[in-house]
């Protein structure tokens, strides 16, 4: 048996974080910066449908070693699903006609949530919402965060509950890429298709499977076995998912902001034993 403080000799791999090019509170170096001081060896930045957060991440430092990556949204049977693609050459035809189709899509739909606010007697949302994501990746996040700061909800759970969630008004799902689509533009960009957070949508377990089966068949690769915000059972049932389908395990804290304990730099990420990692065929 391995003595307990051998464990710490593994590397601290994070395939799946967040910086401001997206909905996260860091910048990347300030990403880089924490994840190196909390212990982290290996670095996957996947900010939601970009890649700018990734390609400004220094690299000089010799901790932690970063990953390319990004995070696109999909839709499956009405239901939003997150796909990330991990180890891609972000200088690719594909990567650049992939992140450019999903701007337009993240454009047009942030519109129709400021119309759909407008129609629930939420006006100006847009306009406002758009100042506060400077780079103009205007995420449901931005939306909450106008929400809180206009009055409307008290805090960006409410603002999800009330208004951006599942069924709500905010909730615009029909703009994105399709699944194949997006398999297509990470395999092609010679990355590895990851579908991310299975626990985290709403569906039973015969349609999570189901959802697994169509991801495989469109050519996905791997999901993502350990997240935050979920307990060992569901790690043990995704993990046996998993190897039943053959496909590769990744492993990622969702780090969004510091302050969030179920996610934050540094989890312990460990995959169990007989999951094959996705890092193992670069
Ligand atoms: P979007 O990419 O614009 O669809 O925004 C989705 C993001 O919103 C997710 O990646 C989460 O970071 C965040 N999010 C989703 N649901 C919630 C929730 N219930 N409470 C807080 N944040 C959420
Ligand atoms: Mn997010
Ligand atoms: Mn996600
Ligand atoms: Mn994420």
Not at 153 to 181: E, I, M, N, S
Request: with cysteine; net charge positive; charged share 20%.
């Amino acid at each position: 048996m391995l003595h307990p403080h051998l464990c710490r000799l593994l590397p601290l791999i994070d395939l799946h974080t967040h910086t401001d090019a997206s909905d996260g509170r860091l910048s990347p170096a300030e990403l880089v910066h924490a994840a190196g001081e909390a212990g982290v060896d290996v670095l996957a930045i996947t900010d939601h449908d970009t890649i700018a957060g990734v390609l400004a991440a220094p690299r000089a430092g010799r901790t932690p070693a970063i990953v390319t990556g990004v995070e696109f949204s999909t839709t499956w049977n009405g239901i939003g699903v997150h796909v990330l693609g991990l180890n891609i050459d972000t200088a690719s035809d594909a990567i650049a006609a992939g992140t450019a189709f999903q701007r337009t899509a993240r454009e047009r739909r942030a519109v129709r949530i400021g119309e759909r606010l407008a129609r629930a007697g939420i006006p100006d949302a847009f306009d406002r919402t758009s100042a506060l994501a400077a780079n103009g990746n205007v995420s449901r996040v931005h939306f909450a965060q106008f929400l809180v700061e206009a009055g409307y909800v008290k805090d960006r759970a409410q603002a999800f509950k009330r208004y951006l969630g599942a069924g709500k008004a905010g909730d615009v799902r029909d703009t994105w890429a399709a699944l194949p689509l997006i398999i297509g533009w990470i395999r092609d960009a010679g990355g590895s298709p990851v579908l991310a957070h299975p626990m985290k949508y709403r569906l039973t377990r015969t349609k999570r499977t189901a959802l697994v089966d169509d991801f495989a068949a469109a050519g996905g690769t791997a999901m993502e076995i350990v997240s935050g915000r979920q307990d060992a059972a569901q790690t043990r049932a995704l993990a046996d998912l998993c190897t039943s389908r053959n496909l590769l395990a990744s492993a990622g804290s969702d780090f969004h902001r510091p302050g969030e304990p179920w996610a934050r730099l540094g989890m312990p990420l460990a995959l169990p034993r007989e999951c094959r990692p996705v890092w193992d065929a670069w």
